[in-house]
């Protein structure tokens, strides 16, 4: 199994950016396809970005697309998650998650995730 651990939440203004990490351990990164979700409050859980084994391919929501880029260093055994031209709306709790099987962006399709990290955007 692969256990997730992320950082690098906290608070920003709209406009600003923060960049989050996800770190692996128990298994090789690189064994497995790797997602970023996000929850607010009262709402459900929904995807935001996803990238392939070796980072080949990049996977974006609509409403994230050109503000947020997914990478990996697989040699770190650590996904990130770089948020640039942050809104108010962004404000969620984020979560990386892994699974070793698909393309998904669906959260029933990872069953590995980390505890979440907090972005609270101030308008």
């Known amino acids: 199994q692969v256990q997730l651990v992320e950082s690098g939440g906290g608070l920003a203004q709209a406009g600003g950016s923060l960049r989050l990490s996800c770190e692996a351990s128990?298994?090789?990164?690189?064994?497995?396809?790797m997602g970023w979700f996000r929850q607010a409050p009262g709402k459900e859980r929904e995807f935001a970005a996803a990238?392939?084994?070796?980072?080949?391919?990049?996977y974006y929501a609509d409403s994230v697309k050109g503000r947020f880029t997914i990478s990996r260093d697989n040699a770190k055994n650590t996904l990130y998650l770089q948020m640039n031209s942050l809104k108010p709306e962004d404000t969620a709790v984020y979560y990386c998650?892994?699974?070793?099987?698909?393309?998904?962006?669906?959260?029933?399709?990872?069953?590995?995730w980390g505890q979440g990290t907090q972005v609270t955007v101030s308008s």
């Open positions: 998650a892994a699974t070793p099987l698909g393309v998904p962006t669906t959260p029933a399709g990872y069953g590995y």
């Open positions: 128990g298994r090789t990164l690189s064994r497995y396809f």
């Open positions: 990238i392939s084994r070796i980072g080949r391919s990049t």
